[in-house]
Nanobody
Framework: VQLQASGGGSVQPGGSLTLSCAASGFGVYRYAIGWFRQAPGKKREKVSC????????SYRDSVKGRFTITRDNAKNTVNLQMNNLKSEDTAVYYC????????????????WGKGTLVTVSS
C-alpha cells in the first residue's frame, strides 16, 4: 500500500494549484482519504477529507469555498483543487487514509504519503 502526493509548487496569492494523491495497493473508493498540511513552526492540521462509499466531503473552515476535494476512481487518485490561494496556505501537504471501514474522523491513523510543498508568495 502506497500513497504518493504530487502537484505542489510556488504560486502568487490568488493563484491555483491542484494536488493529487495517487494510491497503489488499494482502491481509493474503499477508504476515507484526506489531506493534511503543516506550515513551518506550526502543528499539522487536517484540511479536507472525502469519505468512502458516498464520497461525503468535509473541509476546515479556512479553506471552505476555495478548496475542493474529489476522487477519481478510474485513475485511483484523490485530488485537491486549491483556488484563491493565500500566503497562509503555504505548507507541506500530505495525503492520508483512515483504516478500512472507518470514516473521515479517523484519517491520519493509517497510511500516509510523503508531502508536497505548496508556497504562496508574491
Amino acid at each position: 500500500v502506497q500513497l504518493q502526493a504530487s502537484g505542489g509548487g510556488s504560486v502568487q496569492p490568488g493563484g491555483s494549484l491542484t494536488l493529487s494523491c495517487a494510491a497503489s495497493g488499494f482502491g481509493v473508493y474503499r477508504y476515507a482519504i484526506g489531506w493534511f498540511r503543516q506550515a513551518p513552526g506550526k502543528k499539522r492540521e487536517k484540511v479536507s477529507c472525502i469519505d468512502s462509499g458516498d464520497g461525503a466531503t468535509s473541509y476546515r473552515d479556512s479553506v471552505k469555498g476555495r478548496f475542493t476535494i474529489t476522487r477519481d476512481n478510474a485513475k485511483n487518485t484523490v485530488n485537491l483543487q486549491m483556488n484563491n490561494l493565500k500566503s497562509e496556505d503555504t505548507a507541506v501537504y500530505y495525503c492520508a487514509t483512515a483504516p478500512f471501514n472507518f470514516g473521515c474522523d479517523y484519517i491520519g491513523t493509517d497510511y500516509w504519503g510523503k508531502g508536497t510543498l505548496v508556497t504562496v508568495s508574491s
